[in-house]
């Protein structure tokens, strides 16, 4: 059992990471004012476009922001819409792209950013004073072109689950856990519980306990689907949360049997941290998993015992992840391994990769999340 710290200084720790990742990465978007878009690496490369194009890593920059609001943090909705709109501005205009597991990350992080923002009551066109106001969500168009994007990618094949791309050779836990949880909050619950379904009979490890990565296409006609065996951490999270959103006995026992499976098989030996698995794309793995992890902390459904372990993971991870973390003038940086000190990795004068970072935010922003709902 970890000491309790202040709730003050744990939120006090989101703060920190929140305004590094903000001063250290977050830039106009071709210098057009109102824009916010983040740059990939920090120190900023000296050009008018924010590096190469990560798309799903600025999805998960909205998530995060919606931490930070939850929290309190006074612009971090305001930031969150400007981020969205830039999104969508950098992206040719478009909300979809060619990868369905990047449009369910942006489609869950929107989602959540809408239902904090009030909605804004207007009469429908043509009609007089006596009928209620229409109430419409701020990013209406945007939602619903990526639902009906990953909608398109749920087809029967392999038994179904969720194509990773539009090339639809690979079906994959990283594009149907997200998606099954944005089915399961915007009321299309019978499409996600068989996403879950698929994901429980194809792809979930008996052995372990965990989820596999995914399911390719035979290299032949007469061949069989190619099981893709690679367990990532940042895989067992949005499943975590779409089992616990859904509800109901089978589901919630499989939640609480995920945390178990976890906090087993994906610690550092010895301790409740959870591994990392390094920088570029799988920087942010764990951060993500963190954020589902601190909903099953916070949960009712699922026994005590296992909500303890939940939030002993999260609380764990994070602060080996401050305690480790380096100074860059009065911004913090943050190792990509918890139990290996910042300076290690980011050593005086060296770049630092956006997607670390990120992921120290979201982990930080969890340990607040549990600590202020246990008490």
Partial sequence: MLPEEPLHEIQARADDAAASVTAAFSRPLLGIPGTKLASIQSPKRRTLLPGPWHYWWQAHYVDVLVDAALRGSPLAVQHANQL???????????????????????????????????????????RDGGDPPVKIRPHPRMLSSLGEALRSAHNRDFGGGLYWNRRRTFKNTPATAPA????????????????????????????????????????????????????????????????????????????????????????????????????????????????????????????????????????????????????????????????????QHYPAGTGVGLSTQLSAWMILEAAARVRRRLG
């Fill in 84 to 126: 969205v709109r830039t999104i969508r501005l950098r992206n040719g205009l478009r909300a979809t792209n060619w990868y369905f597991d990047d449009m369910a990350w942006l489609a869950l992080a929107v989602a959540r950013l809408d239902a904090l923002v009030p909605t804004r009551p207007v009469r429908a066109q043509g």
């Fill in 180 to 343: 099954a949880l944005y089915f399961a909050r915007s009321g299309d619950r019978e499409r996600a519980q068989s996403l879950v379904d698929w994901l429980n009979d194809v792809l979930l490890d008996p052995g372990t306990g965990l989820y596999l990565d995914g399911v390719k296409a035979p290299p032949s006609r007469s061949g069989e689907p190619v099981l893709e065996r690679a367990v990532f951490t940042y895989n067992q999270g949005p499943i975590l949360g779409a089992l616990l959103e859904l509800g109901g006995p089978a589901n919630v026992t499989r939640a609480a049997d995920l945390v178990q499976a976890v906090g087993s098989e994906l610690t550092h030996a010895g301790t409740s941290v959870l591994i990392t698995h390094g920088t570029g794309d799988a920087g942010l793995f764990t951060g993500i998993l963190c954020r589902y992890l601190a909903l099953a902390a916070v949960s009712p459904t699922i026994p005590s015992s296992r909500r303890q372990e939940a939030a002993e993971l999260v609380s764990a991870t994070a602060q080996e992840l401050w305690a480790g973390r380096t100074k860059r003038g009065q911004w913090s940086v943050f190792s990509p391994h918890p139990l290996e000190p910042a300076e």
